[in-house]
């Protein structure tokens, strides 16, 4: 058996660099994240003006919870969705004027959700380009608070940002969601918030948040499930493999752990116990239908796994893949059909027929790190797959290359 230490959640690392600013006192952080998004994620809160003190394994945020130390700044976010959703939402609590953008991947992803209900809330928010998109101004002077209604069936991020600033605004807030995608990943936010001090209760579709402001803490940063699905599909892919990922178990708070669940309906064997999770192939993986909606960072995973099983593979329920770094849902179709699998796709899904991939061939990864990584497990069966563009997975995994390596030549 093999054990890999996964880095640290980079959804639970952005969302404790959010809290950890805006709480009153020091907050440590323990393993957290360092990738590209997360270190842009810091260098955003610097510029913004909060104290970031990183040392290896522990970074220490100095909170400010009247808002920004800097009255004037400029935030590049880098690719970072939640940076650039996060951290606009953070500086619109506080007093002064500052300017957010981002590269032109983030650009082109949505915006416009999060800017409405800041709107609404009485934040003053522009644009400068496209609306609905990076760049954007915040003309920040507090937020009073109130109710709003947010359709989040995009991302779950803008009401994740909304939820992180109830406590920060004066009067609280009511959120009443109209649709909701990637639940899962609202409950580490809602656990998250709680951890830190927060007063939300959840009615229905409708969140209330009491005025509470944050308390800092230390905080320990669990492994990242989304990071550790490759792995486990590695894993159920070779005969006589298995894998174990330590942290991640029967109180992790990422949804994504559910796609190990994923595999065992194909035919792994899966094992959760508190210290962690353990993914051993039988040697068989069996065709399904899957809804992935709530675990759709994951889809791509799968995708790259769905041609070694013995009947088609069908997932559903992911028209938000289509927004991430690129358009992942037609990213998965394009490359599998370069390696010579049947692919359908319609607006929310995509069915993959069993097939044997066949190279050389250069995989697309339109400079998505999970395109990257997913298709890393199809190469343990394809020889001669490369990548236009490896060094991307920096954003979430930097040292992916050699640990997956490691991993594969391993007994």
């Not at 230490?5 to 805006?22: E, M, N, Q």
């Not at 948040?209 to 490759?230: K, M």
């Not at 690129?326 to 027929?353: H, K, M």
Request: negative net charge; aromatic residues 6%; proline residues 6%.
């Amino acid at each position: 058996m093999t054990v890999i230490d996964i880095p640290g959640s980079k959804s639970v690392t952005a969302r404790a660099l959010f809290l950890a600013a805006a709480a009153e006192g020091t907050t440590t952080l323990l393993r957290p994240l360092v990738s590209d998004d997360t270190e842009g994620f810091a260098e955003g809160l610097t510029a913004l003006g909060y104290t970031v003190r990183r040392e290896p394994g522990a970074w220490h945020i100095e909170g400010r919870p009247a808002g920004p130390g800097a009255d004037t700044a400029e935030v590049y976010c880098r690719d970072g969705a939640t940076t650039a959703r996060f951290l606009p939402t953070l500086a619109a609590a506080g007093h002064g004027t500052y300017r957010f953008d981002a590269s032109a991947q983030m650009r082109r992803r949505p915006l416009g959700p999060l800017s409405t209900a800041l709107r609404d809330l009485g934040v003053d928010l522009r644009h400068g380009e496209r609306e609905g998109h990076h760049p954007l101004d915040v003309h920040a002077r507090g937020v009073k608070g109130g109710a709003l209604t947010l359709d989040a069936g995009q991302s779950s991020q803008y009401l994740t940002a909304l939820l992180m600033l109830g406590p920060l605004t004066a009067e609280g807030l009511d959120i009443t969601v109209t649709d909701l995608v990637s639940e899962p990943y609202v409950e580490i936010t809602l656990a998250m918030m709680r951890a830190f001090g927060a007063d939300v209760r959840q009615d229905g579709r409708t969140y209330r948040v009491a005025p509470t402001g944050y308390r800092a803490r230390t905080y320990g940063i669990e492994p990242d499930a989304s990071t550790a699905s490759y792995f486990f599909a590695a894993a159920a892919l070779e005969p006589g493999r298995s894998v174990t990922v330590p942290g991640l178990g029967t109180g992790a708070l990422q949804g994504d752990l559910a796609f190990v669940d994923v595999l065992r309906r194909m035919g792994a064997d899966v094992e959760i116990t508190g210290a962690g999770t353990t993914v051993r192939s039988t040697g068989r993986l069996h065709g399904l239908t899957v809804n992935m909606r709530d675990i759709s960072d994951t889809m791509p995973t799968l995708a790259a796994l769905a041609p070694f099983a013995d009947g088609p593979v069908r997932i559903e329920d992911v028209a938000n893949t289509r927004v991430k770094e690129c358009d992942r849902l037609d990213a998965c179709a394009e490359n599998l059909r370069r390696l010579g699998v049947t692919v359908t796709t319609g607006p929310d899904w995509i069915e993959i027929q069993p097939g044997t991939p066949t190279g050389p061939v250069e995989i697309a990864t339109h400079g998505d790190h999970r395109i990257v990584m997913s298709f890393a497990v199809t190469a343990l069966r394809t020889p001669g797959i490369t990548f236009d563009d490896p060094g991307c997975v920096k954003k979430t995994f930097p040292d992916f290359h050699r640990v997956f390596d490691t991993f594969v030549h391993t007994p």
